[in-house]
């Protein structure tokens, strides 16, 4: 069953507080989606930390309920 941007945001958020969290449906098939990830969580971190982060907080849902999620993070400016 896919998941909702809310949902998505939701499982971000809940792991990344201070989040503040885009996210995009590119196929309008609730499957593939792109997100934008803004957190000072993110500081001193490598892209690749940031990613894994992110990833941690969606619970396994990548590959299943979510099939593809075009990600940029990033520390606050």
């Known amino acids: 069953m896919p998941m ?3 949902e998505i945001e ?3 958020k809940s792991h990344i507080p ?3 969290v885009t996210i995009r449906d590119l196929a309008g098939d609730n499957d593939h989606y792109a997100a934008i ?3 000072e969580a993110f500081r001193g971190k490598s892209r690749v930390q940031q990613h894994q982060m992110v990833y941690q907080a969606l619970q396994g849902q990548m590959g299943g309920a979510l099939h593809a999620l075009a990600l940029q993070t990033s520390a606050p400016e």
């Open 10 to 12: 939701k499982l971000i």
């Open 18 to 20: 201070d989040a503040k």
């Open 37 to 39: 990830v803004v957190s």
């Open 4 to 6: 909702d941007a809310n």
